[in-house]
T-cell receptor, first 112, second 112 residues
Framework: IAGITQAPTSQILAAGRRMTLRCTQD?????MYWYRQDLGLGLRLIHY???????GKGEVPDGYSVSRANTDDFPLTLASAVPSQTSVYFC???????????FGPGTRLLVL | DAKTTQPPSMDCAEGRAANLPCNHS???????VYWYRQIHSQGPQYIIH???NNETNEMASLIITEDRKSSTLILPHATLRDTAVYYC?????????????FGDGTTLTVKP
């Protein structure tokens, strides 16, 4: 069982470029999340999805978009990257009444 | 969801119990207390959760005060591998996934 996978593991990106971070889970969880974590700080919610076909904005959604075409995949897109989006991005999924979250290994993004 | 307050850092001697406090004075009756931890550069990992009663699993114990305004995560015999950032979160179960926020947590350093 893979759990949650994220790709790429790390990326250096020129400012202004478009980038999609991939997230796939094989646990059939309904809810999925994208967080960013800046150096030395906690996680901040970017976007979330309660079920396939629905998405919502978290604390820091500006500059990011998501889609949830099916249960397993939840890609995060930066339409035009800026240096302030340099961060570590974690995807997570959750299921059940208590919805414990399971996190992926993260994507380290550097925008220059 | 209720806000939580945690000390920014704590030290613990290897083999001793680590007691990590969390204040959640505005917690409401249907909000659960969750604990996660994040070992350096990895995705956060679920530890334990509870509503009213104290809980124990193979990783830790959770003590919730009778008025539910605070809780303590106990690692009974801390090891060097328990060095991590520990996050205390309160949220209503089985609700909108957008209600999912992590604070800055407590950095626990286990020393030999």
């Amino acid at each position: 069982i893979a759990g949650i996978t994220q790709a790429p593991t790390s990326q250096i990106l020129a400012a202004g470029r478009r980038m999609t971070l991939r997230c796939t889970q094989d646990m059939r969880h309904n809810a999925m999340y994208w967080y960013r974590q800046d150096l030395g700080l906690g996680l901040r919610l970017i976007h979330y999805s309660n079920t396939a076909g629905t998405t919502g904005k978290g604390e820091v959604p500006d500059g990011y978009s998501v889609s949830r075409a099916n249960t397993d995949d939840f890609p995060l897109t930066l339409a035009s990257a800026v240096p302030s989006q340099t961060s570590v991005y974690f995807c997570a999924s959750g299921q059940g009444a208590l919805e414990t979250q399971y996190f992926g290994p993260g994507t380290r993004l550097l925008v220059l | 969801d209720a806000k939580t307050t945690q000390p920014p850092s704590m030290d613990c001697a290897e083999g001793r119990a680590a007691n990590l406090p969390c204040n959640h004075s505005t917690i409401s009756g249907n909000e659960y207390v969750y604990w996660y931890r994040q070992i350096h550069s990895q995705g956060p990992q679920y530890i334990i959760h509870g509503l009213k009663n104290n809980e124990t699993n193979e990783m830790a114990s959770l003590i919730i005060t009778e008025d539910r305004k605070s809780s303590t995560l106990i690692l009974p015999h801390a090891t060097l591998r328990d060095t991590a950032v520990y996050y205390c979160i309160v949220r209503v179960a089985n609700t909108n996934a957008g209600k999912s926020t992590f604070g800055d947590g407590t950095t626990l350093t286990v020393k030999p």
